[in-house]
């Protein structure tokens, strides 16, 4: 599927993502590492988007790899997960907008975030869209350097997001500790629908599985009255989704999947680090809901 260049998005890269990288200030290290380097050495810098940015490496600070990440990166995720949520809306009928409380596992640069917005302006109905997407955003990840960032694209993205929106960033240490805490002080007294989204996350070689199940698990039951999707895609490539395969066994019976593991290509024109290139993603992707999204469905198909 290709996915023409939407006009909000493109401008967001181009006035921020791109000027962050382009004009970066041309350190020793920076021209050294980058300047004079091209795309492939460039990537190697960040393992291919696989680093932990918790240090930096080779004179350059973990920001600037942060920085390169979002470069030649965050486009094409923005891209893939607004895919994902258009399919799941044509296919499958979900919404998702509704009192949306968004945790975003691996957050990064709060690409899933973007992506919301984008699908906001697109299906939020015609007040919505242009006041921004109103959402609680909960950004988890173990790089505070992105966490960081992610506040600055945040504060970047302007009217993508409505000025009721709140966004709280916790580092994944603390996420066992803090999170129900984060996502029951926005229920509201008619409940949430509550997202969480894991983008990519499942491609890293150090996820803990068990421990996420285990924290999965305690929002499922912990939020149970409300309704809870869960949100995957990772690169279509079986040396990628170990992890994704274990934890859907260790969530069967509370978490039901609408769809699963639907593999396609999805095609678009880049604009920041691979600027004008024509780009084919491989990707999988899946829906799992808990029985009260569940349930909510079933009803609306009858």
Sequence with gaps: MFHDRNENLTNFFKTFINSEFEDHEDTTAWKKEVTDTDWKHRSDLIERGQCTFLEGVKGLTIRDLVVIYAYYYMEG?????????????????I????????VDFGCGPI??????????LKHGGKDKSKAGLTFHYIGIDQSDAMLSFGQEVQEAAGRLFNSKSTFEYINAEDANRELTTAIGKHRGFFGATIC??????FASQTIDVPALVKLIKRILTEFAADKICLVF??????????????????????????YA????????????????Q?????????????????DAMEELEE
């Design 77 to 93: 995720h923005a891209v893939s997960l607004y895919h994902v949520l258009l399919n799941a809306r044509k296919k499958h009928k």
């Design 95 to 102: 919404s998702f907008l509704n009192n949306l409380i968004h």
């Design 111 to 120: 690409t899933a975030a973007i992506a919301m917005a984008v699908y906001n």
């Design 196 to 201: 969480l989204n894991f983008s990519y996350y």
């Design 233 to 258: 895609q990772n690169a279509d490539n079986p040396n990628k989704n170990a992890s994704w395969y274990q934890f859907k066994d260790y969530t069967k019976g509370v978490l039901f999947p609408v």
């Design 261 to 276: 593991d639907e593999a396609e290509n999805v095609s678009y024109i880049n604009v920041s680090g691979r600027r004008g």
């Design 278 to 294: 024509y780009v084919t993603i491989k990707l999988l992707h899946a829906v799992l809901v808990n029985q009260t999204f569940k």
